[in-house]
C-alpha cells in the first residue's frame, strides 16, 4: 500500500516563504503523477501545482511566479517552495499521487497547514 507524506507546514508572516514536501513510499513509475492541493474554511479543494516523473511542473494560475516545485530524481518526492505568501495562501495542503498502473488509483496525505499571519 502506497502512503503518502506531508511535510514542512507551519506559520509565516506575509510575503514570507515556506517549502513543503511531499514523500510517496515504494517505487516510482513513470506514469505517476504527484499533485498539491488546498483546501481553505469555507472554500473548495483547489489545484496548487503537479509533476510528473520527468520533473514537468504544471501551476494554477494564482500561484505563477510565487511557487516553485521539484522532484527527486526517480523517488516520489515533490517539494513545494512557496513565495510572497499571502493571507490567501492559508489552508491545508495535501499531496495527491495518481498512479495509473501497478495498483493503479489516487493516494492522499493527511496534509500539511500552512498559515499566514499578520
Known amino acids: 500500500q502506497v502512503r503518502v507524506v506531508e511535510s514542512g507546514g507551519g506559520s509565516v508572516q506575509p510575503s514570507g516563504s515556506l517549502k513543503i514536501s511531499c514523500t510517496a513510499s515504494?517505487?516510482?513509475?513513470?506514469?505517476?503523477?504527484l499533485a498539491w492541493y488546498r483546501e481553505a474554511p469555507g472554500k473548495q479543494r483547489e489545484l496548487v501545482a503537479t509533476?510528473?516523473?520527468?520533473?514537468?511542473?504544471v501551476f494554477a494560475e494564482f500561484v505563477k511566479g510565487r511557487f516553485t516545485a521539484s522532484k527527486e530524481r526517480n523517488r516520489n518526492v515533490m517539494h513545494l517552495q512557496m513565495n510572497a505568501l499571502g493571507a490567501g495562501d492559508t489552508g491545508l495542503y495535501l499531496c495527491?499521487?495518481?498512479?495509473?498502473?501497478?495498483?493503479?488509483?489516487?493516494?492522499w496525505g493527511q496534509g500539511t497547514q500552512v498559515t499566514v499571519i499578520g
Open positions: 495527491k499521487l495518481r498512479r495509473t498502473y501497478h495498483s493503479a488509483g489516487d493516494y
Open positions: 515504494g517505487n516510482a513509475y513513470i506514469s505517476d503523477v
Open positions: 509533476v510528473n516523473h520527468y520533473g514537468t511542473t
